[in-house]
Nanobody
Framework: QVQLVESGGGLVQAGGSLRLSCAASGRTFSNYAMGWFRQAPGKEREFVAA????????TYAGSVKGRFTISRDNAKNTVYLQMNSLKPEDTAVYYCAAQNTGSYYYPEWYDYWGQGTQVTVSS
């Protein structure tokens, strides 16, 4: 089992920045690729970003590429999502997730999920 706890969400004005953190405990964190997803009210959960177990490979949704950066610190068992130039359409609950194998882009490939943290961007 891997337990994931997100933090860092909040209310920010458009153009602002937030840094989300996801702290992991349980099984060896560095064994897992990590992803960030988000879900807005009335919408399906969507892929935001993912990072390989080593941190050497990252991938982003087109809607956030160039604005968001995913990173990880395996010594601290933590993955981060730096969000810059935030837009009202980024408003959602953000979830981190861990996977052993499979596609980064689909939630069904992830084995463990955090409880989510709310990000609200005002215009």
């Amino acid at each position: 089992q891997v337990q994931l706890v997100e933090s860092g969400g909040g209310l920010v004005q458009a153009g602002g920045s937030l840094r989300l953190s996801c702290a992991a405990s349980g099984r060896t964190f560095s064994n897992y690729a990590m992803g960030w997803f988000r879900q807005a009210p009335g919408k399906e959960r969507e892929f935001v970003a993912a990072i390989s177990w080593s941190g050497g490979s990252t991938t982003y949704a087109g809607s956030v590429k160039g604005r968001f950066t995913i990173s990880r610190d395996n010594a601290k068992n933590t993955v981060y999502l730096q969000m810059n130039s935030l837009k009202p359409e980024d408003t959602a609950v953000y979830y981190c997730a861990a996977q052993n194998t499979g596609s980064y882009y689909y939630p069904e490939w992830y084995d463990y999920w955090g409880q989510g943290t709310q990000v609200t961007v005002s215009s």
